[in-house]
């Protein structure tokens, strides 16, 4: 099992405000998978992949990646942990401003012991000709490619999307979310994306639906449609 997530439990808050966000959620995902977690806003998909990413702690239960486990690493442990097996994709692209959209791509390249070809990936996100722009240049889709080629550069493991398309119009998330399938295929990573879009579970090969911090539904999609063909 490639990652394996295990009575993760968490709460903001204390005495009457407290709130408990995740109430204990198990999850298994092999190599390759996309992965998409549904659920209305409070349902702790966010916080979830957070603890996944290495962002926020669990308040128990445990995250393992290829025998790994996060609980176990120390505070330098898990910086190069994060560095060597996840990349991220906001809603918000948070590039940097003064840096060119390979300068930005390339930020993602030092963190990394085994980056993958810059000039390659700009090619792969249509990219290439824009390579010298900087971000306010650009429409608010390629920043989001841009952004992508960042966290993709790093070749990690797991592709954590948190709402990779909520700022985004219809034919220009399909363009991301192809992107993403593209991505998953060509270099293998495995896909977590956090989404309300009830359309997008469709491109996902396991679908995982929360309510109220709990896992309601985790099946294999047995009819997977490509992202160009999504309709919402």
Not at 74 to 96: P, S, V, W
Not at 148 to 168: H, M, Q, S
Request: aromatic share 6%; proline share 3%; glycine share 10%.
């Amino acid at each position: 099992m490639f990652l394996e997530i295990r009575g993760i439990k968490k709460h903001f808050g204390e005495g009457e405000s407290r709130v408990d966000v995740l109430k204990g959620i198990d999850l298994e995902l092999e190599k390759g998978e996309i992965c998409v977690l549904l659920g209305p806003s409070g349902s702790g998909k966010s916080t979830l992949l957070n603890i996944i990413g290495g962002i926020d702690d669990a308040d128990s239960g445990y995250i393992s990646i290829n025998g790994e486990k996060t609980a176990d690493m120390n505070e330098k442990a898990l910086t190069k942990y994060r560095r060597k097996h996840l990349g991220y994709i906001f809603q918000m692209y948070n590039l940097i401003p003064n840096l060119n959209i390979k300068e930005n791509i390339e930020v993602g390249a030092y963190l990394s012991d085994n980056p993958l070809d810059v000039d390659d990936i700009l090619k792969t996100l249509g990219l290439y000709e824009h390579r010298h722009k900087l971000p306010n240049q650009l429409s608010g889709g390629q920043q989001q490619r841009t952004a992508i080629g960042r966290a993709i550069v790093k070749n990690p493991d797991i592709l954590l999307c948190d709402e990779p398309t909520g700022a985004l119009d219809f034919n220009t998330s399909k363009d991301i979310l192809k992107l993403i399938e593209d991505v998953n295929k060509k270099y293998g990573n495995t896909v977590i994306m956090v989404t309300h879009n009830d359309a997008i579970k469709n491109m996902a090969d396991r679908v995982v639906k929360l309510r109220d911090g709990v896992i309601r539904k985790n099946y294999l999609n047995e009819e997977k449609i490509k992202a160009e063909d999504l309709d919402w």
